[in-house]
C-alpha cells in the first residue's frame, strides 16, 4: 500500500468533527513501507476538512510529520515525553486523568470516530503488536480501525484477534516498534532496591516503574514474583533467566530494546488498561507491592509526578492506580521510593507545586537509600514526623 491510499481512506472517513486517536507507546506510527510519514498524510488531511478532533495517549517519542496546528483540537492524556512540543500549540491541551480512567473519557465525552494504528497479522489474522493501552476497549465499541501491518513488530497480545469487518488495512511498514534501550541503575538506585525488596515477599505480585529503579528492582530481587505492571521493560527478561520469573507477566505496554521484543514475541502478556489498571483486581488475590517513585512529596506523603511547577516532565499515568491497588491488598504495599536527594534537590517540599497526582492516604512506605518511614496506621502528625525525620537523615 502506498501513502497515496492511506490519504484516500483518511479523506474517505474524516469529516469537520470527527475525532481521531492514534494508537499509542513504543508502536506509535511512523513510516510506511515506501519512506512516507503517517503523520504527515493525517496532518495533511486534518488541514484539508478542518475542525478535526485528536486524541494522543502515552508516546514515548514524537510521531514524525504531526503537526498540531493542522487539528481544531489536540487532547493529549499524557503530558511530556513524545507530545512536549505539540502542548506548545494553542489549540493542544493536557487532560489530566489517571490511566485507569481513560476508557471512560474514550466512552463519553472524548470518543473517537476512528482509530489509526499498528498491528501484526499472525496465521492470517490481525493482532495488537507491543501495546493493548485503551484501544481494545474502542474496538470492542465499535470505532473502526485503520491499521498499518508491521512485518517486524513483535506480537504479544493476551487477546483474540481483531475482528476483521473492524480493520480496514491501509498500508504496511517494516520500522517496527521504538527500540528504548534500558539505562544501567547507578548506586543509589540500588540500594533504593535493596531497601525496597525487603518488603517485597517470595510469590508476591510486583508492579514497578519504567526507569533506573525498576531495572535495580528486578535486577536485584532474590525469590520468585509475579509481574502485574502497566509497563513490561527489559529487566524482566533478566528476571525469567534467573528463575525467579514465578509466572506469565501482565502488562499493557512494552518498552524496550530488541532483547525484550524478542522475548516477548508469542507470549500472551498484554491486555487492556481496563484489565491492568483495575485496582479492585489488583487489590484481590496474592500480595499486590507498588513500587513508584516522586518528584515530589510533602509532608503528609501526597505525591507529584508531573513536573516541578510549570516544568512537565510526566503524566499522572498508572501512578494513583496502582498505589491506591498496594494500599487496599491484604499483604500488599504501596511504597514509594525515592534519593534523597538528586541533583542537590530534595523531594520532600512543603508544599507541591503542582497539583497532588496521588493522595497520602494511598501511600503505605516511604524509602530513601538511608532508610525508609512506614506510615501505615499513622495519623496525620505522625506521618509528618516520620517523613520529616526520614530526610533529616
Not at 517496527?176 to 518488603?199: I, N, T, W
Not at 508492579?207 to 528486578?218: D, E, F, K, S, V
Not at 506469565?248 to 524496550?256: E, I, N, R, V
Request: charge should be negative; aromatic fraction near 4%; charged fraction near 20%.
Amino acid at each position: 500500500m502506498t501513502a497515496a491510499t492511506l490519504s484516500g481512506a483518511l479523506r474517505q472517513a474524516v469529516r469537520p468533527g470527527t475525532t481521531v486517536a492514534l494508537g499509542d507507546g513504543v508502536g506509535a506510527l511512523s513510516c510506511l513501507d515506501d519512506g512516507s510519514s503517517m503523520g504527515t498524510a493525517l496532518s495533511g488531511v486534518a488541514r484539508e476538512v478542518g475542525s478535526v478532533r485528536l486524541v494522543l495517549g502515552w508516546l514515548p517519542g514524537p510521531v514524525a510529520g504531526l503537526e498540531a496546528d493542522a487539528f481544531g483540537e489536540v487532547a493529549a492524556l499524557m503530558p511530556g515525553w513524545g507530545v512536549r512540543d505539540l502542548l506548545r500549540t494553542p489549540t493542544a491541551r493536557f487532560i489530566p486523568t489517571r490511566l485507569s480512567a481513560i476508557g471512560a473519557l474514550l466512552a463519553g465525552v472524548l470518543r473517537p470516530d476512528l482509530l489509526i494504528t499498528r498491528v501484526v497479522e499472525r496465521g492470517g489474522e490481525l493482532h495488537f503488536a507491543t501495546e493493548v493501552s485503551w484501544q481494545r476497549e474502542l474496538v470492542q465499541a465499535g470505532v473502526p480501525v485503520l491499521g498499518i501491518v508491521d512485518g517486524v513488530a513483535p506480537m504479544a497480545s493476551a487477546l483474540p484477534a481483531l475482528d476483521p469487518a473492524q480493520v480496514t488495512v491501509v498500508g504496511r511498514s517494516a520500522d517496527g516498534p521504538m527500540r528504548l534501550a534500558p539505562k544501567a541503575p547507578e548506586a543509589v538506585h540500588d540500594a533504593l532496591a535493596d531497601s525496597v525488596l525487603r518488603f517485597v515477599p517470595e510469590g508476591a505480585r510486583l508492579q514497578y516503574g519504567p526507569g533506573q529503579l525498576g531495572t535495580a528492582l528486578l535486577n536485584r530481587a532474590a525469590v520468585p514474583l509475579q509481574i502485574d505492571t502497566g509497563l513490561l521493560t527489559d529487566a524482566v527478561v533478566g528476571l525469567e533467566r534467573r528463575g525467579l520469573l514465578a509466572a506469565m507477566p501482565s502488562a499493557t505496554y512494552l518498552m524496550g530494546s530488541d532483547v525484550l521484543y524478542d522475548w516477548a514475541d508469542g507470549k500472551p502478556i498484554l491486555r487492556g488498561i481496563e484489565y491492568t489498571h483495575d485496582f479492585v483486581r489488583l487489590a484481590s488475590g496474592a500480595p499486590f507491592v507498588a513500587v513508584n517513585t516522586a518528584i515530589e512529596l510533602d509532608p503528609y506523603g501526597q505525591i507529584n509526578v508531573e513536573g516541578v511547577g510549570e516544568k512537565v516532565v510526566g503524566g499522572i499515568g498508572g501512578h494513583p492506580d496502582y498505589c491506591a491497588a498496594g494500599a487496599m491488598s491484604r499483604g500488599g504495599l504501596s511504597i514509594i521510593a525515592v534519593p534523597s536527594s538528586t541533583n542537590g534537590r530534595s523531594p520532600l517540599v512543603e508544599r507541591l507545586s503542582r497539583p497532588a497526582s496521588t493522595p497520602a492516604h494511598d501511600v503505605d512506605v516511604i524509602v530513601t537509600e538511608s532508610g525508609h518511614a512506614d506510615l501505615r496506621g499513622a495519623d496525620w502528625s505522625r506521618r509528618r514526623h516520620l517523613i520529616t525525620e526520614l530526610f533529616s537523615k
